[in-house]
T-cell receptor, first 112, second 113 residues
């Protein structure tokens, strides 16, 4: 039972263009969502998050959008840079549980 | 700035052997986690702990045991290693409170042959 799904295992984008990574969830109790970035042979590092009381959060080149009715969130990276090439995981949790559930990841390749 | 530290980084085990993956954090975090990452399968939660003396099962707990005797340490025990436990293991931790991110260690690569 995969509560958090990333249906695209990989994505290739030209440098300077927009990268859009998608994530779907099934548990309507989730109220906090995070995106992590992972380089090979390293642990995941936090990128950006969003609470369910918002529908958008921006941090520099990274924007996360949340559509609660569709149980869908997306990460936009504009402009994409070669250094953004990594695996991106979305994660979700319900406040008070401290149990973070991760998706399967999307491998982003930004082509120079 | 040690953060979350995992040892060992790499280990090869024979089927049926036992071992413990060590995890320690120096951020005084209440909550600690063990995840495993299999190719194409994302990060699966094995066990987590909300404080010393309290642990709970995650999504894939079978074949593992944990303990939390101190705030800093959260070891993961494999009692009878099986090839299906070949994976990369990540320890993580976070503060109490809504809206906190979790911080990961660098990972432990385990191969069971």
């Amino acid at each position: 039972d995969q509560q958090v799904k990333q249906n695209s295992p990989s994505l290739s984008v030209q440098e300077g263009r927009i990268s859009i990574l998608n994530c779907d969830y099934t548990n309507s109790m989730f109220d906090y969502f995070l995106w992590y970035k992972k380089y090979p042979a390293e642990g995941p590092t936090f990128l950006i998050s969003i609470s369910s009381i918002k529908d958008k959060n921006e941090d520099g080149r990274f924007t996360v959008f949340l559509n609660k009715s569709a149980k869908h969130l997306s990460l936009h990276i504009v402009p994409s840079q070669p250094g953004d090439s990594a695996v991106y995981f979305c994660a979700a949790t319900t406040s008070g549980t401290y149990k973070y559930i991760f998706g399967t990841g999307t491998r982003l390749k930004v082509l120079a | 700035n040690a953060g979350v530290t995992q040892t060992p980084k790499f280990r090869i085990l024979k089927i049926g052997q036992s071992m413990t993956l060590q995890c320690t954090q120096d951020m005084n975090h209440n909550y600690m986690y063990w995840y495993r990452q299999d190719p194409g399968m994302g990060l699966k939660l094995i066990y987590y702990s909300v404080g010393a003396g309290i642990t709970d099962k995650g999504e894939v707990p079978n074949g593992y045991n944990v303990s939390r005797s101190t705030t800093e340490d959260f070891p993961l025990r494999l009692e009878l290693a099986a090839p299906s436990q070949t994976s990369v293991y990540f320890c993580a931790s976070t503060h109490r409170g809504f809206g906190n991110t979790i911080y990961f260690g660098e990972g432990s690569w385990l191969t069971v042959v």
